[in-house]
């Protein structure tokens, strides 16, 4: 793989000071926005604190990592090229092939001097004279530009358990979501996992093939269901390649974001047990991926007969391949049913617990006290390690943000204009926040990630190009228009199913979370249509100020439909 533009390059001053652009964050959607900006001419500087692009696919390298998307709907589409010149491996991309795609990606359709690598951002500030933004790096780089793009990503700040004595272990101690380069040697070693959800799910029977002793501590079971992962044919890319427009055009309307995924329309109890069991077990034994939450009974989710019937036939799945009745039940869960949390994937998870020297130690059962130099105690005493893995997520979206200083109109934090939850405007902007955006931000919606950012970059380069064609020094959103996105957030998770409190969405799995909705719940297809229906009223919802020469004290305007 080349090596990218990184910080110990030099970047010619003059251009440091002419950016159209700073993009913060190189995950999918810092990449994306980088190739629509590229493309329509202008000058953008992409900063990634990491060694390479990818975002959650640079970080998260760990064991087993892979999407639960099909590969097909979880790339881009903006040039017919891709599908003649990328061929994906597998029904469901592993983080070694997202990592390769997203370097092609910039190789391919960007620049490598369009990329800072190394680079942490730790300030950004408005200048309403000027209407650009400063931003300062850790390496003492300062840039201007006239737009602020915030593409930090949902799971890029990584959360480690909250335990007294974590700088105490005398071994390794690393998080999933910050897996080591170099790798890590784990053959023959006695391997403590903490976290058994998505990522903990993954990564689990791959530790278990190398270890000597493998003791997973878990706080809650969850309802993963087999991934049944295998290679793509021949025939299926080539079919791909045929109807590359078809499937970027379905993917933008289904619901969850996901090409060719066929909507169930029946409800549970309107069917026989004979069917209502085959469909579960073809639920269950498919190639499926997330395709489960569309494929299965339109009630599963939202009503309480139906839910309870779904999981409870994942429970007898689960007692099938757990030979010991009692681990079996500590792995059901037993406080939530299917849906209440993100469903994981897993390939081979429940089978680990079949073997000797694979352990499953509840935490609310036997609560962990702290971590030891030697390992872990709980209150049943310490059991002593090698390594030490924490499965334990991310603090979505709004972690990343809380990293760097960035402040709008008049000085104000956005971490003060954020202190009851966020105020967004599709996800997008933010009032008080000139001339900055968000690409897959908060209250953006909750489904495959590309086909979202896919819609977001275009329109926000959109935004952008009639700012510039106004004459306007800034443009900004209304505190009326994101008081109404907002409130229409919460309404659309009201409406989604059952309840989402403690969920990680709603910042539930963080001390102090804001314990709000943090994701659009509406679907990719009636986003698009609001966000359109700005675009067609001239930016309702958005003003903007005089002219970049005008005096900055002008009072900024609201644009109708008649301007």
Known sequence: ?????????????????????????????????????????????LIERGSGVGGTWHFNRYPGARTDSDAYSYGFFFDPEIAQKWTWKEHFASQEDLERYYNWIIDRFCSRDEVLLNTTVEAA????????????????????????????????????PPLE??????????????????????????IAQIGTGSSGIQIAPFLAKEAAQLTVYQRRGHWSTPLNNRPLTDKENDDFRARFAEYFKDRQVNLAAQAFHEWETRTAPEVSEKERRQKF??????????????????????????????????????????HDPAVAERLIPKDHGFGRFRPPKDTGYYEIFNEEHVDLVSMTETPVVRITRAGIETTEGEREFDIIVCATGFEVWLGALRQIDIRGLNGRSLQDAWSA???????????????????????????????????????????????????????????????????HVYEAAAASGPAHEGAWYVGGNVANGVGKMLVYMGGIAQYSTMAADILDHSYRGFVFAGSVAANPSRTAHQVTGSE
Not at 15 to 31: F, K, Q, S, T, Y
Not at 181 to 187: C, F, K, S
Request: charged share 20%; proline share 4%; aromatic share 10%.
């Open 165 to 190: 004595g974590k700088d105490d272990f005398h071994g390794p101690l690393v998080h999933t979501g910050l897996w080591p380069e170099e790798g890590l040697d784990l053959a023959g070693k006695r």
């Open 1 to 45: 793989m080349a090596a990218l533009f990184d910080s110990r390059q030099v970047v010619d001053p003059a251009r440091e000071n002419r950016l159209d652009a700073v993009i913060v964050g190189a995950g999918m959607a810092g990449v994306r926005q980088l190739v629509e900006l590229h493309r329509r001419g202008l000058e953008v500087l």
């Open 281 to 322: 077990d073809y639920l269950y034994d498919e190639v499926m991926g997330l395709r489960i939450l569309a494929e299965n009974f339109t009630d599963a989710m939202s009503d309480g007969e139906a839910n309870r019937m779904w999981s409870d036939y994942l429970a007898e799945r689960i007692r099938g391949r757990v």
């Open 421 to 487: 939850g966020p105020h967004t405007v599709l996800g997008v902007a933010t009032p008080g926040f000139p001339n900055m955006f968000f690409n897959a931000g908060a209250h953006g919606v909750g489904s495959n990630s590309p086909a979202f950012v896919e819609y977001q970059a275009p329109w926000i380069a959109d935004i952008m190009e009639h700012t510039e064609s106004t004459g306007a020094r800034w443009i900004d959103c209304t505190a009326e228009a994101a008081d109404a996105w907002t409130e």
């Open 125 to 160: 500030h408005f200048d309403d004279a000027s209407g650009s933004w400063t931003v300062t790096t850790d390496t003492g780089r300062t840039l201007t530009a006239r737009y602020l793009i915030l593409a930090t990503g949902m799971t890029s700040h990584p959360i480690f």
